[in-house]
């Protein structure tokens, strides 16, 4: 029997395939929504556990009216005649409709009897179903019923009823209903389906399903799923060794403390999905019986039930499990668990598996070494949130077929260190969020394989306390988008990035004020955050870039060529630049005064700014006397200094000195022109110089003297003679 279109909660049962609650329904009016918790919840909800335990306002309203009605239930025995407003026949029996909202029925009872008094359905408040007999499916019978307050079924067979899907559901006024003998007649044999039978009833506290015969049941998906006024449920008869499906069989059965569920066979059991999520009440929950081997589905099995202090699954069978989604999260007071037996083999999905605020509260690791996670498509958000995790060792993880670890380690922040080492990631397309607002400290990302990951966005964001970050390996080049995947990260002070590593300039990378800088390793360079992204792009090189305290050293040129800040890591030695030129002069050194007292040493440590002038000399000086009186002196005296790199000459101008091709001075008399006089010239090395050289410094030998000695003309005819030699100075 399928579900009516009117029941949004039901699920429908068909002999080939149970289908799954979908859980975006299934929790649309809880403070908890296990299928919903994704980045947005996780960045901006912020739930506690009160406030999941608490009713809807809804639910209230109907309990706190519903508690003030204590008028005596009205019966078709105690029922006045003047009362009777309509009646009509039925088959074998008939209905009659009273003023004080009571339907009675008799006879054969079928589904479509309802159109014979549906103009009163709004007034009906109580229903007695007499010595009648219900053939078929009754799924959503009572559902148009919705301000009906009690149920009585007590002389009522309920052999050929086949579907009790949602039979109860919705009826948020329902205070009682009461079921047949404990004769077998009165039983229900047939049924095999108790979907979402007694879904959305919160005005129930009690239950007496002591009469029901469930041995045919299938689906028991829901069946308690929003009874959240039950304060306990005795399902001791309850035979469920054909039952299939049990999904949120007690989703928000928030009231309830504890459950027998000893007598529960469930061999035959596919989906245990949403089974016991929102049941905020149950502080203890012993499921040692119960037989998983058959299950698939276990997504959400134990979601939000924040009352539960310890849970024992050592005897679980998951071998053939397929889905774990959410099947801890928001289990807030659990102290240990131990899932050391499970067998993960067949898992494909594992989103949300420990995720949330208040997840494992009294956990602080957990043990995952037997987890079999090569089949797993999806992590993201496994560990989202889980705030009280300290240590979690995943280096077993298979994650080769893994594609998407969105948000998988975010809020974890007790957890300082993980080792990923064996990650494949070689099919993971995103990443965003992945370790974000985590309590990492340092993190080797280095064998990360990124070639297909296209989203990065908040990878790493508000890591607040990762110091170091390799991310060596990463291949960016299929990423469209990494904004602010480093944004927050206060301590990142060591970032390691590969040649295919491309960073957007929005990805938050913590600017650097005053004297700080990002040093890259690869050439010395002190960058600002702006400029390390052009650098390292630029680069196509593996670096290693770290933040370092800085001193600069200022460098006066004194007229020369300019010479750039130098910067140094505070108490590293200075690097010491390129010289500056200046025309005419040779750099002479740096001294930290302008008077050239105090010579600046590189090989110190910086610790402070400094600023430093340089030292110019002029590249060569020769020195050469004016005037000499041959009467008084016979020899001419030259001395020169090379400062510089070059060869220094002084070489007589044959053309302007007055010398003969004998090296003879001619002299002429000062009265008389035409009369001449020679003086013959000789100078130290004139034979093994060039002809005309009479002195040559080379930069080895920095400085040098000769003397050209002239000697006194002979025979020569009486007055005054001048004459003059003229040098040429060359530098190359």
Request: avoid cysteine.
């Amino acid at each position: 029997g399928m579900v009516t279109s009117n029941v949004g909660l039901a699920v429908s049962v068909q002999s080939e395939e149970i289908v799954s609650i979908d859980e975006s329904e299934l929790l649309r009016d809880d403070n908890f929504d296990a299928s919903k918790l994704n980045e947005e919840t996780l960045n901006e909800t912020n739930e506690t556990d009160s406030e999941v335990e608490q009713l809807s306002d809804n639910d209230k309203e109907v309990e706190e009216n519903v508690s003030l009605n204590n008028e005596p239930i009205p019966s078709a025995e105690t029922a006045q005649e003047d009362e009777l407003v309509d009646s009509g026949p039925m088959d074998a029996g008939e209905w009659r409709f009273y003023s004080n909202g009571l339907l009675y029925l008799d006879g054969v009872v079928t589904l479509s009897d309802r159109d014979k008094w549906a103009q009163y359905a709004l007034e009906i408040k109580h229903i007695e179903i007499g010595h009648a007999d219900l053939i078929g499916s009754f799924a959503s019978f009572f559902i148009p019923y919705s301000n009906v307050e009690t149920v009585i079924m007590n002389e009522t067979y309920l052999n050929s009823v086949t579907d009790m899907t949602a039979m109860f559901a919705n009826l948020y006024g329902l205070r009682s209903v009461d079921f047949g003998w404990a004769e077998t007649r009165y039983h229900s044999k047939n049924v095999t389906t108790m979907n979402a039978m007694f879904q959305s009833t919160p005005s129930l506290s009690s239950l007496d399903l002591s009469s029901l015969d469930t041995s045919n049941v299938l689906d028991m998906g829901s069946m308690f799923s929003g009874a959240t006024g039950l304060t306990s449920l005795d399902l001791s008869n309850f035979d469920t060794r054909n039952v299939t499906n049990m999904s949120a069989m007690f989703y928000r059965v928030s009231n309830i403390k504890s459950l027998d569920l000893s007598s529960f066979d469930t061999r035959n059991v596919l989906n245990m999905g949403s089974m016991f999520s929102g049941a905020t009440g149950l502080t203890s929950l012993d499921l040692s019986n119960f037989d998983t081997s058959n299950v698939t589905v276990m997504n959400s099995m134990f979601s939000g039930a924040t009352g539960l202090t310890s849970l024992d699954l050592s005897n679980f069978d998951t071998s053939n499990v397929t889905t774990m989604v959410h099947m801890f999260s928001r289990v807030g007071n659990i102290k240990s668990l131990d899932l050391s037996s499970f067998d993960t083999s067949s898992v494909n999905s594992m989103r949300n598996m420990f995720s949330s605020t208040n997840a494992l509260t009294g956990v602080t690791s957990v043990n995952l070494s037997s987890f079999d996670t090569s089949k797993v498509t999806d992590m993201s958000y496994m560990f989202a949130e889980n705030r009280m995790l300290s240590s979690l060792d995943v280096s077993g993880f298979n994650t080769k077929n893994v594609t998407t670890m969105s948000s998988m380690f975010r809020g974890t922040n007790r957890l300082t260190s993980l080792n990923l080492s064996n990650f494949d990631t070689s099919n993971v397309t995103t990443m965003n969020s992945m370790f974000r607002d985590s309590g990492l400290t340092s993190l080797d990302v280095s064998n990360f394989d990124t070639s297909k990951v296209t989203d990065m966005t908040s990878m790493f964001w508000s890591a607040r306390s990762l110091s170091k970050l390799d991310m060596s390996s990463f291949d960016t080049s299929h990423v469209t988008n990494m904004n602010s995947m480093l944004l927050y990260t206060d301590s990142l002070s060591v970032l390691m990035l590969g040649k295919e590593t491309r960073l957007a300039s929005n990805a938050g990378i913590r600017n650097l004020s005053g004297p700080y800088s990002w040093k890259d390793t690869l050439k010395g360079n002190y960058l600002a955050t702006n400029e390390l992204y052009a650098f390292h792009d630029n680069l196509k090189e593996n670096n290693t870039y770290k933040i370092v305290e800085t001193v600069t050293l200022k460098f006066n040129s004194m007229g020369g060529s300019p010479v750039e800040d130098k910067k140094t890591t505070l108490g590293e030695k200075w690097s010491e630049p390129k010289k500056p030129t200046k025309d005419g002069f040779v750099f002479s050194g740096w001294y930290l005064d302008q008077e050239y007292t105090t010579p600046f040493d590189f090989s110190t440590v910086g610790n402070q700014d400094t600023t430093v002038y340089a030292k110019w000399v002029e590249e060569y000086v020769v020195t050469i006397p004016a005037k000499i009186t041959l009467n008084l002196e016979d020899e001419l005296q030259l001395s020169a200094i090379n400062n510089g790199d070059k060869t220094l000459q002084v070489n007589l101008n044959q053309d302007s000195t007055q010398v003969n091709e004998n090296k003879q001075l001619i002299l002429s008399n000062k009265s008389d022109f035409e009369v001449k006089a020679l003086s013959q010239l000789t100078w130290t090395g004139m034979n093994e110089q060039p002809k005309w050289t009479v002195l040559s410094i080379s930069p080895i030998e920095k400085s040098k003297e000769t003397t050209i000695q002239l000697d006194k003309p002979a025979d020569t005819q009486a007055g005054s003679y001048e004459g003059l030699v003229s040098f040429d100075i060359t530098y190359d």
